[in-house]
């Protein structure tokens, strides 16, 4: 092979100096012999694994996520670039885009990557220590790609977050709420009429969603800002949405699961969260409902069953301390908790 181990070895420990980000997917840390005790080396699991990591310094910077993740993972840099003919020519390196993008000479929008910095310059300063006529040896002994590489892999499951939409509908499902709890569409005339019926409910609502067009009908503004601090879109003012989840989404969530929880809580008739207990069972009064119920909404809200640990991890941290002041409390916390759960943020 043209890519000897210790060459690997070395471009993994310069790719973990500057991020240690690069040594991901499929590889694994070891620790590593070097002068710094702490760095570790990145194994590289075969030859593409190597040239992965030998470029990651150089691309993984904006190839991580969005539109061409080629170095989220090993199998996303195959399927998405070097088994791509449009990129790598298998033994043709003069013929491969990816050659000529490194020389800074592709044809196209695109004729340098990284984009405003020659590679051979980031090998000169030592960023990266593959050379191009290294990468070229690699595209000129490349093997066949694996057999399966069109059977999906569940082990490349990807998640994403739910959008702003998908929290707002999914949450009033699941909380057993409808517009009425925050509007007051009973109202002959509600649509006329500024919505301070049931203001102070922390009204979540995209502003260019019915109701909520006109002004009159979005009398509370706070209720599509709201919704924009939740990751957003909102066409009407060419606001895209927003696919991150940062603090102001975070904030939104926070205040959104507590006031929403506390709605579906205080609702007559409303099975959404208390399930099986009432506001006067207490866990000393009636342990088996008080779990019993934790486990349905835990179930409920995220979709899968807890296991034990999860569940008595809930009950003692979340569920217990609040207890002690309110039954109330208790269970708009731990609603409020499994709204902030990885599991249901992400999809
Ligand atoms: C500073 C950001 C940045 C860095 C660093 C970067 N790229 Fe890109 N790359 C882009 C952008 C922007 C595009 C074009 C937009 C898109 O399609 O996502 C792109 C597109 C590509 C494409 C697809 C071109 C096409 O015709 O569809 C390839 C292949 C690629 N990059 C490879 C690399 C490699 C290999 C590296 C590292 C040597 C690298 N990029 C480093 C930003 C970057």
């Not at 694994?28 to 310094?57: H, I, K, M």
């Not at 066949?144 to 977050?161: G, I, L, Y």
């Not at 949405?241 to 959104?256: E, R, Y």
């Amino acid at each position: 092979m043209r890519t000897p181990t210790s060459f690997v070895c070395a471009a993994a420990l310069a790719v973990l100096a500057i991020n240690l980000g690069a040594c991901f997917g499929d590889s694994s840390y070891r620790q590593g012999s070097s002068d710094e005790p702490d760095s570790g080396t990145c194994a590289a699991s075969s030859d593409n694994d190597a040239v992965r990591l030998a470029l990651a310094p150089a691309c993984e910077g904006c190839h991580v996520n969005g539109n061409k993740p080629f170095f989220a993972s090993l199998a996303a840099f195959e399927s998405g670039l070097v088994y791509d003919e449009r990129f790598v020519k298998r033994g043709d390196p003069e013929g491969s885009l990816l050659i000529k993008m490194l020389k800074g000479n592709a044809p196209g929008s695109y004729a340098q990557m990284p984009p405003g910095q020659p590679y051979e310059q980031l090998v000169a300063n030592g960023r990266v220590t593959m050379t191009i006529a290294q990468v070229e040896d690699w595209i000129r002994d490349l093997k066949a790609p694996p057999e399966p590489m069109d059977t999906p892999s569940p082990k490349e499951f990807q998640v994403r977050r739910l959008a702003a939409d998908e929290m707002v509908v999914s949450l009033m499902d699941q909380l057993g709420l409808t517009l009425e709890d925050f509007v007051s569409t009973s109202n002959p005339d509600w649509r006329n009429r500024a919505y301070v019926v049931n203001w102070n409910k922390f009204f979540v609502w995209p502003g260019d969603w019915a109701p909520g067009i006109s002004g009159e009908y979005v009398s509370d503004s706070r209720a599509p800002e709201r919704y924009e601090a939740l990751g957003g879109g909102n066409s009407l003012e060419y606001r895209k949405k927003n696919p991150m989840f940062g603090p102001s989404s975070g904030q939104a969530l926070v205040q959104m699961s507590q006031a929403w929880c506390g709605r579906a809580v205080d609702k007559q008739n409303n099975k959404a969260v208390l399930r099986y207990v009432t506001l006067a069972d207490t866990s000393t009064k009636n342990p088996d409902a008080v779990q019993k119920n934790l486990r349905n909404l835990y179930l409920r809200m995220l979709g899968q069953p807890p296991t034990d640990a999860e569940l008595k991890e809930l009950y003692e941290q979340v569920y217990l301390p609040l207890e002690a002041q309110t039954t109330r409390l208790a269970w708009v916390g731990t609603c409020a908790a499994l709204i902030r759960h990885p599991l249901w943020i992400t999809y």
